[in-house]
């Protein structure tokens, strides 16, 4: 079995609150929100760092986040503003070498915590798990705004 976490969310062996998939990707709900509803996009196909990625599916993850960005609006989440956000590389604070995007969602007079937050993130303590029924609960209401906006049409990609 392969220790990579986002490999094993996507073979379905480690539990994830799925927000959208389809061949090529995967978004579900970040276990340790540094803000309500913070999501969490990453390709189906392996790779530690985005120039590792075949361009096609690089851009179509972007896509998907821009999406997924619109979805939490939809749902009154980050109207005030959002962090797109990928850490490239150990250095830049990323600890799943797995690409992924981060959408977090940001609230008025949330800077203490969400500061808080992100001291944990980046000394790898991570912070408080949010309980599945929650994190199922918010994966579904994106679900459905989802539902709401065009069609994502995953790229059709030569094979790794
Ligand atoms: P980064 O530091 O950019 O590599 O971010 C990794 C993210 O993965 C962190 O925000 C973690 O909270 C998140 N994470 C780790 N394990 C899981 C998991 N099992 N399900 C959902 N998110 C996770
Ligand atoms: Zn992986």
Redesign the pocket.
Known sequence: MTAC?FCQ?CAGT???SVVYEDKQVMA???????GRG?V?VIPRHHARQLPELPPGLADYLFVVARHILKAQRALGWGLEGSHI???DGPQA????AHV?V?IIPREKRDSLPSLGRLLM?VTGL?GPVVKRQRLDQQAQALAAQLARLPLLTAPELPAA
């Open positions: 976490i969310i480690l539990p994830a579900f709900m970040d276990i340790h929100p540094l913070h969490i956000l990928l850490n604070n990323q600890t799943v992924h981060h993130h991570y």
